[in-house]
């Protein structure tokens, strides 16, 4: 049972374009979403985080948005750099309902194109 | 101010043995979350712990696997009489407060049973 879903497996994106990743999630409880970037053999490293009474949340070049009627998030890069090119990794908790454990989606390889 | 720290980075067993891998929070932070990565899968939770308290153990194998976090020392995660299906990336986060932070991860503990 996958409750949150990255349903594009890879994205490759023009150095200095908009890269816009995707996550759905199906689990209505989830109430802080989080994207986490991965560079192989590293650990995640946290990039932005949103709250379930916000739209939308921004911190430089990254811009998440919120559409929690459609159960939709994303992350919007902006302009796109060679370095960004890494694995993107949604998450989601249920933290007011003391749960805090994240719930990941499988991910997206963002190859930035120079 | 240190990030997570794991060790080893790189753990190779032999079917039947045992798997010791540590994690040291980061400094002031509390609260310790397991999650491990299959090859080509996103990041499951396994669990939950404070000092001395296993807070949500929900997503840790009925057997073999155990996990503890003492007072004094590091959390340690451990698979007792390996198989080859433990073979993966082993991610350690921690955060200073509960189900109000953000998780941030170690470098994670890559598994190899052979």
């Known amino acids: 049972d996958q409750q949150v879903k990255q349903n594009s497996p890879s994205l490759s994106v023009q150095e200095g374009r908009i890269s816009i990743l995707n996550c759905d999630y199906t689990n209505s409880m989830f109430d802080y979403f989080l994207w986490y970037k991965k560079y192989p053999a590293e650990g995640p490293t946290f990039l932005i985080s949103i709250s379930s009474i916000k739209d939308k949340n921004e911190d430089g070049r990254f811009t998440v948005f919120l559409n929690k009627s459609a159960k939709h998030l994303s992350l919007h890069i902006v302009p796109s750099q060679p370095g960004d090119s890494a694995v993107y990794f949604c998450a989601a908790s249920a933290r007011d309902f003391g749960n805090e454990k994240l719930t990941f989606g499988t991910g997206t390889r963002l190859t930035i194109i120079p | ?114």
């Open chain 2, 1 to 114: 101010n240190a990030g997570v720290m794991q060790n080893p980075r790189h753990l190779v067993r032999r079917r039947g043995q045992e798997a010791r891998l540590r994690c040291s929070p980061m400094k002031g932070h509390s609260h310790v979350y397991w999650y491990r990565q299959l090859p080509e899968e996103g990041l499951k939770f396994m669990v939950y712990l404070q000092k001395e308290n296993i807070i949500d153990e929900s997503g840790m194998p009925k057997e073999r696997f155990s996990a503890e976090f003492p007072k004094e020392g590091p959390s340690i995660l451990r698979i007792q009489q390996v198989v080859r299906g433990d073979s993966a990336a082993y991610f350690c986060a921690s955060s200073p407060r509960r189900a109000t932070d953000t998780q941030y991860f170690g470098p994670g503990t890559r598994l190899t049973v052979l």
